[in-house]
C-alpha cells in the first residue's frame, strides 16, 4: 500500500517514520524543497516533492497541515487522486474539517491522533510518537465503511489506540482536555510574566521546577496550534473557558473567605478524580 502524506512536519514526519517502519511505502509532498530533501534523508519518507502529482500513486493521504489549511489542500488534491483514493487528516478539530471535507470527497475520514511535543517541524518528527495513545476517527453516516476500515489497519500499525466518535463529541470532548489546558498553561505563563518586581521574577524563574514545567508545558507551545484551537473550536472552547472561570472563581472565594474545609474538600475530590483523565 502507497501511503501519502501532505505537510511533514512533527506528526507528518512521525508517522512517516512509522509508516516507513511497519512496511508502507510513504510519498511526501511539502511546501518547501529542503524540507522534501530532509525528509528523504532522514528516512521519513521513500519520495518527496513540493508536487501534488506524486500522489497519484497513494492509496491513502494523510493531511497533517494546520487546520486552517486542510480544506483548500484536499481540493488541491483531488485532481491527482485515484477515485478510489482514501483521504484522512490529522486536524485537533474535527466537526468543521468534516462539514469542509466530506462534500468534496466521499472517501474521507476525520482522524484525530492524540499525540505530539512542544516541538514543531520535521526536526521535531521521532519514531514511535502514537504508541499507546489515543487515535480519534470521526466517520460520518456517509463515509464508506472500507474507508474507515483500512485506516484503521494503518492506525493499529502504529500501535496507537482507536476511539470513534462523532465529530461533535469530539470537539466538545477535546476542548476540554485538550484545547483549555493549552489558554490555562498560557494565562499562568502570562500571569508570571506579569509580575512587575524584577527581583521577584527573576527568582520566579530561577526557583521554577518540574511543577511548573509540567504546568505550563502546552502553554509554550507552537503558537499557530493554540490560535487554531480557538478559532476553529470557538464555541466549545469558549464553554469551556467559561465552566473554568467558575471553578477559579469558587476557589478564589473560598480562600478569601478562609473557607479551608470547603478548599480542603475540593481539592480532595479533584485529587481522587484525577486518575480518570490519565
Not at 24 to 33: A, E, N
Not at 155 to 160: G, K
Not at 192 to 213: K, M, N, W, Y
Not at 247 to 253: F, V
Request: negative net charge.
Amino acid at each position: 500500500m502507497n501511503i501519502g502524506i501532505v505537510g511533514l512536519g512533527l506528526i507528518g514526519g512521525s508517522l512517516g517514520l512509522d509508516l516507513r517502519a511497519a512496511g508502507y511505502q510513504v510519498l511526501g509532498v511539502s511546501r518547501r524543497d529542503k524540507v522534501c530533501r530532509d525528509a528523504i534523508a532522514r528516512g521519513v519518507v521513500d519520495d518527496a516533492t513540493v508536487d501534488m502529482a506524486l500522489l497519484a500513486a497513494a492509496d491513502v493521504v494523510f493531511v497533517c497541515t494546520p487546520i486552517s489549511a486542510i480544506a483548500s489542500t484536499v481540493q488541491q488534491l483531488i485532481p491527482h487522486l485515484s477515485g478510489d483514493a482514501i483521504i484522512t487528516d490529522v486536524g485537533s478539530v474535527k466537526k468543521s474539517v468534516v462539514e469542509a471535507i466530506t462534500p468534496l470527497w466521499a472517501n474521507f475520514v476525520g482522524g484525530h491522533p492524540m499525540a505530539g511535543t512542544a516541538e514543531s517541524g520535521l526536526e521535531a518528527a521521532v519514531q514511535n510518537l502514537f504508541v499507546g495513545k489515543a487515535y480519534v476517527l470521526t466517520p460520518v453516516a456517509t463515509t464508506p465503511p472500507a474507508a474507515v476500515k483500512t485506516v484503521e489497519e494503518i492506525v493499529r500499525s502504529l500501535e496507537a489506540e482507536i476511539y470513534h466518535c462523532s465529530p461533535e463529541n469530539h470537539d466538545k470532548a477535546v476542548a476540554r482536555i485538550s484545547h483549555l489546558p493549552v489558554m490555562v498553561s498560557a494565562t499562568l505563563i502570562d500571569a508570571c510574566i506579569s509580575e512587575t518586581d524584577p527581583v521577584v521574577l527573576e527568582l520566579a524563574q530561577q526557583l521554577a521546577s518540574s511543577g511548573f514545567r509540567d504546568t505550563s508545558r502546552v502553554g509554550g507551545g507552537n503558537p499557530e496550534l493554540g490560535l487554531m484551537m480557538a478559532r476553529y473550536n470557538r464555541l466549545e472552547l469558549l464553554q469551556s473557558l467559561q465552566q473554568y472561570r467558575h471553578c477559579l472563581d469558587e476557589i478564589i472565594s473560598q480562600i478569601e473567605q478562609e473557607d479551608w474545609n470547603g478548599l480542603h474538600s475540593k481539592l480532595t475530590t479533584t485529587q481522587s478524580k484525577r486518575s480518570q483523565f490519565c
